[in-house]
């Protein structure tokens, strides 16, 4: 049985740890709560953005934006993945990884090759071997448009140019402050929902020139898509690491209840084997 | 034809208003454009000015919004205003559009033509002056 002292100075140790992880829970709480006012305050924005999307996709236009025209023939296809700057936040970003790999294994076992840009600091470095042709590190709690806008352009110029066919986004979904899921989704070309009013036959008048606005359009569209990834997966991580700090806190605490325990136990039989020794030492004298 | 639509304006930041309006006037990129309820489907690109629109409700309120770039669509029974950035009259801030715009006018000539973005530092600048402007119409009729 471990001395006395081993056990205190563990007992010590743990107890720090629960300090810090206690810290971390109530950071990540704070943090969690602005994380989400943002993504709520910047949801309006991708929602608009999306039925407007849908009503051009449900018109007879002029201009056919290369965004909105499916490529029959697959050859290549481009990843964004977005995942947290930093870990200590569960299985989050594993978990989000683990949908990639999968998704990303898929298009290769169709003899399809695959690009990949990354955002955050946990994919970089989970996707540098697979060669990033575009990425983009430390995006803090809150990110501007203007740090996401090179990255992105790498991907759709790709894509202007047909060196890729399809653009997919992998990132987390925020359910709730309990749970989050990663989902794969398509970005170009774009599926829009049709809108089923706007049926008929009818086209937009364009200030300035059709290809102009459409093209700025859809440049906001996947721009905006992407930030509120990017937005939403900052309120996961957060999400992800208060539960991850309080199940490792709730645990620290067991783990000291349990050593405690053995230390008094410990500290007992030592005390019943000094009296026994002196008691014993004493019979002998007498 | 109706008479009254319903407009909705959001920026990237938060949703600035939704609700039934009988006329909206906003600055279109090829001038200002002024849209009554079941017009034609539209779209353009948006630059930096002022967005108006009359309320349909009992006094007719007019509210002026000041939008820097985005897209207006219209369709007949629905408006959208997507602003990049959008800022509630009462928030327009004259010395902060004065520093913004002395800061871009500053970068246009200091600086080595070759590395200078142009033209995101001449849309900085139409933005504060036409804040600037803005700020001044509406302190005139204050």
Redesign the interface.
């Known amino acids: 049985m471990a001395g006395v002292k081993e056990i205190r100075t563990q007992i010590e140790s743990i107890q720090s740890t629960r300090k810090i992880t206690k810290a971390m829970e109530m950071v990540a709480a704070a943090k969690m709560r602005r994380a989400k006012e943002r993504m709520n ?2 949801r ?2 991708a929602d ?2 999306h ?2 999307v849908s ?2 996709a449900s ?1 007879h236009l002029e201009y056919q934006h290369s965004f909105t025209q499916q490529r029959e023939n697959v050859k290549r296809v481009g990843y964004i993945v977005i995942s947290s700057d930093r870990g200590l936040c569960g299985g989050l970003n594993t978990n989000l990884f683990k949908q990639a790999y999968q998704s990303i294994a898929d298009w290769r076992e169709k003899d399809v090759e695959v690009d990949i840009a990354v955002f955050g600091n946990k994919a970089i470095s989970a996707f540098k071997k697979y060669g990033l042709v575009a990425e983009k590190g430390n995006l803090g709690d809150r990110p501007a ?1 203007d740090d996401l806008i090179g990255t992105i352009k790498v991907m759709l110029d790709a894509y202007r140019d047909g060196k890729i066919d399809r653009l997919f986004l992998v990132e987390n979904q925020f359910i709730n402050s309990m749970t989050q899921k990663p989902r794969v989704t398509q970005l170009i070309p774009v599926v829009a929902s049709t809108d089923e009013k ?1 049926s008929h036959h ?7 020139e059709s290809k ?3 093209d ?2 859809m440049q ?1 569209y996947i721009e ?1 898509l992407i ?1 509120q990834g990017i937005v939403e997966n900052i309120a996961c991580e957060m999400s992800a690491r208060m539960v991850a700090m309080k199940a490792s806190t709730d645990n620290a605490g067991k783990i000291i209840d349990e050593l405690k325990l053995v230390y008094n136990r410990v500290r007992q039989a030592a005390i019943t084997q000094e009296i026994s020794e002196i008691v014993a030492g004493a019979a002998a004298v007498s | 034809m109706s008479s009254s639509t319903k407009l909705n304006v959001v920026s990237a930041e938060e949703e600035l208003f939704c609700g039934d309006i009988e006329k909206v006037v906003a600055p279109g990129m090829m001038g200002d454009l002024g849209i009554l309820p079941g017009h034609t489907q539209l779209i353009t690109t948006l630059r930096s000015g002022e967005l108006r629109y009359i309320m349909a409700d009992e006094d007719k309120t007019e509210v002026s919004l000041f939008v820097a770039g985005g897209i207006l669509e219209v369709q007949p029974h629905l408006i959208s205003v997507l602003a990049d950035t959008a800022l509630r009259a009462e928030d327009l801030d004259a010395e902060r559009a004065n520093n913004a715009m002395q800061r871009a006018k500053d970068a246009l000539q200091g600086k080595d033509p070759k590395d200078l973005n142009y033209e995101a530092l001449q849309t900085e600048l139409d933005a504060a002056k036409a804040q600037i402007e803005m700020i001044h119409r509406i302190g005139k009729n204050r």
Do not use: F, Q, T
């Open positions: 305050a910047s309006p924005y608009k953005m039925e407007v009503h051009v018109g448009m706007l009818w086209d937009y008048i364009y200030e300035p102009e606005v459409i700025a359009l906001r905006s930030y």
